[in-house]
């Protein structure tokens, strides 16, 4: 076997072996010579990956523990708001947040740990591409705000599977959905959430990853079961500040150690590990940047990011994240007015602008600072240095906060990943276990009170965490080891029918439940065949033959995505045609063109009769129970064990009626969706502004700053410092 490291002087195509023969500076190693290389190499690696991560300082580990004792001291303090003890007061925050918090908390619970992690390695792996979902945000935002939260706070819902189930009636769609949800929360949040904020764990304390999972678990779950939506919302705004000052150290710190911008931008394409890989099959080189890494938006046909497919097939996917899954509306609902509500999405839509500058840019500076692990291909090598053999990666960002930052501060990074972790997987608990308890539980059980709502809530959440941490092996094998792709491919392969029959449903008044039901069945069914395919047929590294049916091989995940969400549509259209209208009673504040219709609903009163017999009582306004200030029957004085077990559960004995009464007559008040002039010309200026500046940037970063020429010759210089072998798919066990 001879190893090839050429200049690929002399005529021919540019990677072939013809370009190869003749050129000048190739060089031939023999087995030998390559062997000795090989094994100063691994030594090498092992002392770079392990050299000085496996240790803190104090000063790292006083940062990391202030940050547990102020997230726990928050989260106890939440514990002693009112209303805690109500659906709205537990999983809503009692509607009474302002549009600060509100929107920082929509911000942290979407910059999660696979964000750090998953942004930053596929920032490392193909560059600046992977920013075009974070500007896509920025527009998404707005149509949350101003299009899909009118309606849903008109409707007074507290969940979107209750906005299905009062928009078309029945509750097959509205379970339906809710049992979705969950599913995408375990496949797509919690398990990857957990692997990633375990990455992180364990490149910094060597722990084995099942034990970092453990606890990390602990104390997300602590913060999360007493205090409900106010607790996850208050620790969000400590950790979006956590996040954003120790991001943008780290950025500061990593462009003074490449030289700046314009050497990141030469550096990035020059990068290369020492050991890359020549496939004769399809001859590319694995290992080296890609041509187009710093445009976002890419050709259409042979790319990771076609523009088309992203326009016409992301963006669907995306409107399901942004504007109809629970976990991003749930936050937004908590605002105390449509005002604060769309302040809040706004306030997201400035934020989102950072995550391209503080995460992927870094997750690039990783792969010049560290080439050989961080971009290595080797599966060998990559397997000593991560422990995965497809990429490693998902290290990126671990890789330059452990190795470019001071002591200290590498705690307080170490501080924000957990910051992204808890909040995030906060935000999922509460969202999931909301789900579940209303839309899913109450319907088995009608019977059940409002304490019991609440506990079976709780113990969701623990059979959620069991069950995701069952798929993290699966996710460790996917999508090439870039994590964010794992994300929104799975998510392209089953959330376009949803977000296709929301928007249907808001938009259209035509569009009735069978209409919208087949539809989400079709997409379904579509939607697992593709999913299967590709887990069946798995994704090959660079170095081998693509195998895989055509149909798999060449149909890019974003323009399924685009053909399920139209094909979706067209499904629920002529469904709905060939099928009765929605009665009109069912389209009062359902719709966008409905939301100020001040008629009754038929269906109103059902929702009374949904209420325990203590709310229907405090809603009359019985005086002895008004009195008597309790929410529960009159018995014995109440021991001291009792009152702990009463706090920790939320349950109020006084002033109980009073704050329930208070938060029905604000609540019916919010479903007029009050708001004056001056706001509104506030809040229309800002999103203006706001959707200005994504089209800049996609148009602005989608212009690549070097010539074909220049990349030519950058590209030379990665191959000359690299070993360059052939690998052949055949000999691969």
Not at 343 to 356: C, D, E, H, N, R
Request: aromatic letters at 12%.
């Amino acid at each position: 076997m001879y190893i090839v490291n050429p200049s690929w002087g002399g005529g021919g195509e540019r990677g072939s072996p013809e370009s190869a023969e003749g050129g000048e500076g190739r060089k031939l190693y023999s087995n030998t010579f390559l062997q000795r290389r090989e094994n100063i190499f691994q030594i090498q690696i092992r002392k770079q990956t392990m050299a000085g991560f496996t240790s803190l300082s104090n000063s790292d580990i006083a940062a990391v523990v202030v940050y547990f004792v102020l997230v726990f001291g928050i989260g106890l303090w939440s514990m002693f708001r009112p209303n805690r003890d109500t659906i709205e007061g537990y999983f809503l925050a009692g509607k009474y947040m302002f549009w600060l918090p509100v929107g920082a908390s929509l911000f942290a619970s979407n910059i999660g740990s696979e964000h750090f992690i998953g942004l930053a390695g596929t920032g490392a792996a193909s560059g600046l591409g992977v920013a075009a979902f974070e500007f896509n945000a920025l527009i998404l935002l707005q149509l949350l705000g101003f299009v899909f939260l009118p309606v849903f706070i008109a409707s007074k819902v507290r969940t979107l599977p209750e906005y299905m189930n009062k928009r078309f009636g029945g509750n097959r769609i509205s379970t339906y959905l809710a049992v979705l949800s969950m599913i995408l929360y375990i496949f797509t949040k919690i398990s990857v959430d957990l692997y990633s904020g375990a990455i992180f764990i364990q490149q910094a304390l060597d722990w084995n990853l099942y034990i970092s999972i453990v606890a990390l678990l602990g104390m997300t779950c602590l913060c999360t079961l007493g205090g409900g939506l106010a607790a996850v919302i208050y620790i969000d705004v400590v950790q979006v500040a956590i996040m954003l000052g120790g991001s943008s150290i780290l950025l500061y710190r990593g462009l003074n150690a490449v030289g700046g911008w314009t050497e990141l931008q030469k550096k990035y394409m020059m990068s290369a590990p020492n050991v890359t890989y020549w496939n004769p099959d399809n001859t590319s080189v694995c290992g080296l940047s890609r041509p187009d890494a710093w445009t976002i938006l890419r050709e259409a046909a042979h790319s990771d990011m076609p523009w088309p497919g992203f326009i016409m097939g992301q963006t669907p996917a995306s409107i399901w994240y942004w504007c109809a899954d629970q976990m991003m509306v749930q936050k937004a609902l908590s605002a105390k007015s449509l005002s604060d509500a769309q302040g809040a999405t706004i306030f997201t839509g400035w934020l989102k602008i950072l995550p391209m500058f503080l995460i992927v840019v870094p997750g690039m500076i990783s792969k010049v600072l560290y080439p050989d692990t961080v971009g290595c291909v080797d599966p060998d090598i990559c397997k000593a240095v991560c422990g995965n053999p497809v990429s490693c990666s998902n290290t990126a960002y671990p890789a330059i906060v452990l190795g470019i930052m001071p002591e200290g501060l590498r705690g307080i990074m170490i501080a924000v990943m957990l910051a992204a972790l808890m909040s995030d997987l906060t935000s999922i608990f509460n969202s999931a276990s909301t789900l579940f308890t209303i839309d899913i539980y109450k319907k088995i059980r009608r019977s059940a009170s409002t304490n019991e709502l609440l506990l079976v809530g709780r113990v969701f959440i623990l059979l959620l965490v069991v069950i995701s941490i069952g798929w993290i092996p699966i996710i460790q094998e996917m999508q090439g080891g870039q994590l964010y792709i794992y994300i929104q491919s799975v998510a392209a392969y089953l959330s376009p029918p949803i977000a296709v029959v929301y928007c249907l449903a808001i938009s259209w008044a035509r569009i009735n439940e069978r209409g919208a039901f087949w539809g989400l069945m079709y997409g379904l069914l579509v939607g697992l065949l593709r999913m299967i395919l590709d887990f069946t047929f798995k994704e090959p590294t660079c170095m081998e033959m693509d195998t895989r049916p055509i149909y798999v091989r060449k149909v890019h995940y974003m323009y399924f995505a685009a053909f399920l969400f139209v094909s979706t549509a067209a499904v629920s259209v002529m469904v709905s045609f060939l099928s009765e209208p929605t009665p009109e009673y069912m389209l009062v504040r359902t719709t966008f063109f409905t939301r100020k219709d001040t008629r009754t609903r038929d269906d109103d009163e059902e929702e009374e009769e949904d209420m325990d017999e203590h709310e229907m009582k405090c809603l009359k306004g019985e005086e002895e129970l008004l009195k008597d200030g309790d929410i529960v029957e009159d018995g014995p004085s109440v021991g001291y064990g009792r009152r702990l077990l009463d706090w920790l559960g939320g349950v109020e004995r006084k002033d109980g009626n009073r704050h329930h009464l208070e938060l029905r007559g604000h609540i019916q008040e919010l479903t007029a969706l009050p708001q004056t002039n001056l706001q509104k010309g506030i809040l229309y200026t800002n999103m203006f502004i706001i959707m200005s500046i994504a089209v800049g940037f996609y148009v602005g970063f989608s212009i690549n700053p070097f010539t074909e020429h220049q990349i030519n010759q950058m590209f030379n210089v990665a191959r000359n410092n690299s070993i360059i072998k052939i690998f052949h798919s055949e000999s691969r066990s």
